[in-house]
């Protein structure tokens, strides 16, 4: 599996966790206290995966999609799924949290659906986050017939993130406040 040339992108192995975890620790918002409702600069995490939980992500091939780019040989970049069922037996609140309406419910909880919990890269090289999404596509196409995600909005708006799945097709359907008075938008990409 490969992008557009700039970077490789492959089946992520044990052996990328670290890389990973450093990508993730270098793209973790480290609070979100004072920033009302002001756009950031820069893509971001919100929270984090843990080594062990990741080490169990990757290697449960049937349950998750995650992908890494490479660029110059060098990870650079992940892109981390969960099947649907998977997301709410560890979120059982997801259900209830999403604000859609019920045709998009039935579709989202009635379907074969991916949830993408994480995209992150390290550089901010030019379509390398697309790369990683078209990637994910395709790896999903046949298992899947539709993708969902979060993406923070208040009390920071994550324009990078919004726009980037934007510009791959996922349009907003709903959107979830989470136990800690977070609000995110639902984002739906058909596949």
Same mark, same amino acid.
């Given at each position: 599996m490969n992008g557009s040339g700039k970077f490789a992108i492959s089946e992520a192995g044990i052996e990328d966790a /670290?890389?990973?975890l450093s990508i993730q =620790?270098?793209?973790?918002?480290? %609070?979100l206290e004072? $920033?009302?409702?002001?756009?950031?600069?820069d893509g971001f995490l919100v929270y984090a995966v843990s080594e062990s939980e990741l080490r169990g992500i990757i290697t449960n091939k049937e349950k998750h999609i995650v992908l890494v780019s490479r660029y110059h040989g060098e990870l650079d970049g992940y892109v981390l799924s969960y099947?649907? /069922?998977? !997301?709410? =037996?560890?979120?059982?609140? !997801?259900?209830?949290? @999403? %604000?859609?309406?019920p045709e998009i419910r039935k579709k989202i909880l009635g379907g &074969?659906?991916?949830?993408? &919990?994480? @995209? =992150? &890269?390290?550089?901010?090289? =030019?379509g390398e986050g697309r790369d990683l999404e078209y990637a994910l596509f395709e790896k999903a196409k046949g298992r899947y017939d539709r993708i969902v995600c979060e +993406?923070?909005?208040?009390?920071i708006m994550n324009l990078i993130s +919004?726009?980037?799945? $934007?510009s791959v097709g996922f349009a907003r359907v709903g959107e979830i406040k989470d136990e800690k008075g977070l609000i995110w938008g639902l984002y739906l990409k058909e596949l």
């Open positions: /670290a890389g990973m =620790a270098e793209k973790l918002l480290p %609070k004072g $920033e009302e409702n002001k756009p950031h600069p099947d649907l /069922a998977e !997301w709410m =037996a560890l979120k059982p609140k !997801w259900e209830n949290e @999403i %604000k859609v309406g &074969r659906t991916l949830y993408l &919990r994480h @995209i =992150a &890269r390290m550089k901010q090289s =030019a +993406i923070l909005e208040t009390p +919004i726009n980037l799945h $934007e």
